[in-house]
């Protein structure tokens, strides 16, 4: 039997799988999960504990947000190990008493998952023992509107996320799929993005020789074109 949940434990989704499926409680009423969020991409993320500092400030964060991923077609779902009446007395004291940060009178409006028998946070592998066996760790899983896993990042109990790179990452996946590029490191909206490498030694030869107008070829197999601010943010944000 220990074998099986330690199993269970070290069971971790991966880039490219579909979300697995769950039904479970939330602060905004029962969800069904990945299914009545097709359609949308979705932020799912665990934390430790309600009534835990760190967590206070990413959920403040996260709800004062909630505005800027909703234009970017992205719903937000929090989880942790914690019931529903904890969520909401934890919800309730975050609007009434805590200011932090410019922050206050913050409602989070977005669901939040009770997961006391640890059902979906097992499913997506947000219990790592080596860290901590009862409390899940702060995982992160950007998955698209076809419900597939398409970014995962971890950080451990005592590292508060960065919202900005969480915002970057899910826009820099939207506009992979929009325009058909990648993006380079540390790349934001208006930096140039990387085309796909050349397909044959025709291709190569005449970026290499500056025919393919319109890129910046550092080597034939590393070629980068102009992707305007604008162009990105009115095509990504403009629902
Ligand atoms: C926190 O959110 O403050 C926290 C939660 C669990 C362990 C350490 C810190």
Redesign the pocket.
């Known amino acids: 039997m220990e074998l099986v949940e330690e199993k269970v434990a070290q069971i971790l989704p991966r880039i490219g799988d579909k979300a697995p499926a769950f039904k479970a409680v939330t602060t905004q009423g029962e969800i069904n999960f990945p299914e009545q969020f097709i359609g949308s991409w979705v932020i799912l993320f665990s ?3 309600d009534f ?5 400030t990413e959920f403040m964060t996260f709800a004062t947000l909630e505005e800027k991923f909703a234009h970017a077609n992205c719903k937000l779902v929090g989880l942790s190990i914690d019931g529903l009446f904890s969520h909401i007395a934890w919800l309730r004291t975050i609007k009434e008493k805590i200011e932090y940060k410019g922050m206050k009178n913050v409602e989070v409006k977005f669901p939040l998952i009770e997961d006391i028998t640890m059902e979906v946070a097992k499913k997506y592998g947000m219990i790592q023992p080596g860290e901590s066996s009862t ?1 899940a760790v702060r995982a992160v899983f950007l998955i698209d509107p076809k419900g597939i896993i398409r970014a995962l990042i971890y950080y451990p ?2 590292l508060g996320r960065n919202f900005d790179e969480l915002y970057r990452a899910l826009i820099g996946l939207q506009t992979a799929d929009a325009f058909g590029v990648a993006t380079p490191a540390d790349w934001q909206p208006g930096d140039d993005v990387i085309v796909p490498p050349a397909g044959s030694c025709g291709v190569a030869r005449d970026r290499m020789e500056g025919k393919d107008q319109g890129l910046t070829c550092y080597d034939w197999f590393f070629c980068t074109k102009k992707l305007a601010k604008e162009t990105v943010l009115e095509t990504l944000l403009k629902q």
């Open positions: 934390h430790p504990a835990t500092p760190v967590c206070t409390k109990l005592s």
